[in-house]
């Protein structure tokens, strides 16, 4: 089993939105909080981050499940493994084809 882990810390004063691809999921980070992104895949691969003006978008790898804590209490799970994507692009390169084709 792969394990790749990275945070994220809001420096701002107000809430930062975090999008988790490719599920889909939408979570709060508040100011001066860290969130620990863990995922763990029986492939190798990396969790990618991606920041815009107040978003940050963590995507997963294929056959990852990711969790998310922050001061030690997981706030989000999920046991659903990120499926395969075509050979040669990433997770992150091929939601972005699916949903952000002007990005």
């Given at each position: 089993m792969f394990e790749k882990t990275t945070n994220l810390?809001?420096?701002?004063?107000t809430d930062q939105i975090v999008w988790i691809e490719p599920w889909c999921e939408e979570i709060k980070l508040p100011p001066g909080k860290t969130f620990e992104f863990k995922g763990r895949g029986i492939e190798d691969g990396a969790l990618e981050i991606?920041?815009?003006?107040?978003?940050?978008?963590?995507?997963?790898?294929?056959?990852?499940?990711?969790s998310v804590t922050c001061d030690r209490k997981t706030i989000w799970e999920i046991d659903l493994a990120v499926p395969s994507v075509p050979s040669g692009t990433t997770v992150k390169g091929f939601v972005k084809g699916l949903f952000h084709s002007n990005d």
């Open positions: 810390t809001n420096a701002s004063s991606e920041e815009r003006d107040g978003l940050v978008i963590v995507y997963g790898w294929p056959t990852c499940f990711m």
